[in-house]
């Protein structure tokens, strides 16, 4: 079976550093994605992992752990813009679906 | 990069009657095509994997009869819902891969569709 968890909204403030994680139990693994998405409008693809470990872009890194099925996005210096939902999107092996999990609705404040 | 384009992007249409959505692939040629929904404030939910030239694969709930999938070209594939509801309100979302397994989603727009 396929389980992808997020938690469901999340607050900061302007500047700050906020980490949303994302914990997933799938049958088959290759690669886990991150998408921006806000209200009304597609997925905008931020980052991907396939190897344990960070990858940074800018204001955005993305962690994995494969053994522990866990993986987190860090965002810093967050501006107001970066209000938005965040979702984790695990590829399934041989079918390419993206299952993603739930989605996190962050809130920027002044 | 790769983009996907989606037709039209909102549509209202009266309880009943058949809405169909295309989704293109504008600058390369997708072997692959997956349909999401997603409903206010909900993540988004995979409905069917369309693969050209072959019958779309739909995800466990989805009813084929009523979601009817066409991937007729490897640029385009399209979703034809029939005798729509007003539950099937939704917004509905393309993406295409390109090649071989392991190739990047690239999405479309969105389809917002409301059912009166």
């Known amino acids: 079976g396929q389980n992808i968890d997020q938690p469901t909204e999340m607050t900061a403030t302007e500047g700050a550093i906020v980490q949303i994680n994302c914990t997933y139990q799938?049958?088959?693994?290759?690669?886990l994605f991150w998408y921006q998405q806000h209200a009304g409008e597609a997925p905008t693809f931020l980052s991907y992992n396939v190897l344990d470990g960070l990858e940074e872009k800018g204001r955005f890194s993305s962690f994995l752990s494969r053994s522990k099925g866990y993986s987190y996005l860090l965002l810093k210096e967050l501006q107001m813009k970066d209000s938005a939902s965040y979702l984790c999107a695990v590829r399934e092996r041989n079918t390419d679906k993206l299952i993603f999990g739930t989605g996190t609705r962050l809130q920027v404040f002044p | 990069g790769a983009v996907v384009s989606q037709h039209p992007s909102r549509v209202i249409c009266k309880s009943g009657t058949s809405v169909k959505i295309e989704c293109r692939s504008l600058d390369f040629q997708a072997t692959t095509m997956f349909w999401y929904r997603q409903f206010p404030k909900q993540s988004l939910m995979l409905m069917a994997t369309?693969?050209?030239?072959?019958?779309?694969?739909?995800e466990q709930g989805v009813e084929k009869d009523k979601f009817l999938i066409n991937h007729a070209s490897l640029t385009l594939s399209t979703l034809t819902v029939t005798s729509a509801h007003p539950e099937d309100s939704s917004f509905y979302i393309c993406s295409a891969i390109s090649g071989i397994l392991g190739g990047e989603q690239y999405f479309g727009p969105g389809t917002r569709l409301t059912v009166t």
């Open positions: 369309s693969n050209e030239g072959s019958k779309a694969t739909y």
């Open positions: 799938t049958s088959g693994f290759n690669g």
